[in-house]
């Protein structure tokens, strides 16, 4: 059973950054697609960025617009989230995601939450103006 257990929320100024960890424990996480995805109060949870198995290949939401960067570490069993440049409208629980697959695939690192099957409990992200 995997299991994913994010941190590094908080409450920020705008401008500010975070950066946000995902840590896996059980199961082999080296081959899993991760990515992280957001939800607003009142608003449907969104795709933010995804990675494949081994950090080559990365997906970002259009709204990161080159402030995000995700990345991977897979020796810790970790996925990170560098926010840059934050703004009051990504005030959101942030949610670290795995996708169980048997084999590393190339280039599979997919933005619908449908695709993933492992969730964290999620980190609140505030940034005040």
């Known amino acids: 059973q995997l299991q994913l257990v994010e941190s590094g929320g908080g409450l920020v100024q705008a401008g500010d950054s975070l950066r946000l960890s995902c840590t896996a424990s059980?199961?082999?996480?080296?081959?899993?697609?991760m990515a992280w995805f957001r939800q607003a109060p009142g608003k449907e949870r969104e795709f933010v960025a995804s990675?494949?198995?081994?950090?080559?290949?990365?997906v970002y939401a259009d709204f990161v617009e080159g402030r995000f960067d995700i990345s991977r570490d897979n020796a810790k069993k970790s996925v990170y989230l560098q926010m840059n440049n934050l703004q009051p409208e990504d005030t959101a629980v942030y949610y670290c995601?795995?996708?169980?697959?048997?084999?590393?695939?190339?280039?599979?690192?997919?933005?619908?939450?449908?695709?993933?099957?492992?969730w964290g409990q999620g980190t609140q992200v505030t940034v005040s103006s």
């Open positions: 990675i494949n198995w081994n950090g080559g290949f990365t």
């Open positions: 059980g199961r082999t996480f080296a081959h899993y697609p």
């Open positions: 995601a795995a996708e169980y697959i048997l084999s590393p695939r190339r280039d599979y690192a997919p933005r619908t939450s449908e695709a993933y099957n492992t």
